[in-house]
């Protein structure tokens, strides 16, 4: 059985920031690409960044220069360092993991495998 598990969500002040960890089990994820998506209440969810198994990155224009994502193929683990975080962050943040390539154009369907979520909220 596949599992996401995502950690490090929680309540941060704006200009503050968090650490997300994502780790997957269940199978072999050799050459899939690993990444965050976001959704904020009453809005679609949408794309933050992804990184390739090679550690290839991709990131939304909103969070570039503020978000930096990472991976540790020995533990199957991605992480989202995100710093600067402003209240327009605030959002419900998923892991998700796909064969090759995660990008701005990946839509949920595409997507092999999600986490269940993790609250991320940032006051002003």
């Known amino acids: 059985q596949v599992q996401l598990v995502e950690s490090g969500g929680g309540l941060v002040q704006a200009g503050g920031s968090l650490r997300l960890s994502c780790a997957a089990s269940?199978?072999?994820?050799?050459?899939?690409?690993m990444g965050w998506f976001r959704q904020a209440p009453g809005k679609e969810r949408e794309f933050v960044a992804a990184i390739t198994w090679w550690s290839m990155t991709h990131s939304a224009d909103s969070v570039k220069g503020r978000f930096t994502i990472s991976r540790d193929n020995a533990k199957n683990t991605v992480y989202l360092q995100m710093n600067s975080l402003k209240p327009e962050d605030t959002a419900v943040y998923y892991c998700?993991?796909?064969?090759?390539?995660?990008?701005?154009?990946?839509?949920?369907?595409?997507?092999?495998?999600w986490g269940q979520g993790t609250q991320v909220t940032v006051s002003s």
């Open positions: 998700a993991t796909r064969p090759l390539i995660i990008s701005s154009r990946t839509t949920a369907a595409e997507v092999e495998y």
């Open positions: 269940g199978r072999t994820f050799n050459n899939y690409a």
